[in-house]
């Protein structure tokens, strides 16, 4: 038995620190590079991008439900597929989206404060996937 299979617990939460961290490096690099005026009218975008961040989040949060199904026969057609590990990827992907549409929005308007309840709601989502079995 290799190490990958005896401990995935491990590899599951090194893959949510990796993702978790990365809002911080959105952050971070959306302070930096945002600074200064002249950013883009992104009023149209403002309401558009809540509502597709809304349905990212609700998709994290059941995400697991819909694809139990589908991934327990994959499971058994397979004894090395990992249905936690890859329902936990696809849930922090779909959180990471979110605070990418943060940083992108923030980033057009040149005002990082846009981004900060992207953020906010990508954190709590990858929060929400903490891998725990």
Do not use: C, H
């Amino acid at each position: 038995m290799n190490q990958q299979q005896q401990n995935p617990l491990l590899i599951q939460r090194i893959i949510w620190g990796a993702l978790f961290f990365s809002i911080f490096i959105y952050a971070l690099a959306l302070n930096l590079a945002a600074t200064g005026g002249g950013g883009k009218d992104i009023s149209e975008l403002s309401s558009i991008f809540p509502a597709i961040a809304t349905v990212l989040a609700a998709l994290s949060l059941t995400i697991k439900s819909i694809v139990s199904k589908p991934f327990a026969a994959a499971a058994q057609a397979n004894p090395n597929f990992n249905s936690n590990l890859v329902t936990m990827i696809i849930r922090l992907a779909l959180a990471d989206s979110v605070a990418v549409l943060g940083f992108v929005l923030g980033f057009l308007a040149k005002q990082p404060e846009v981004a900060y309840p992207y953020f906010t709601a990508a954190g709590v989502l990858m929060i929400f996937a903490w891998p725990k079995e």
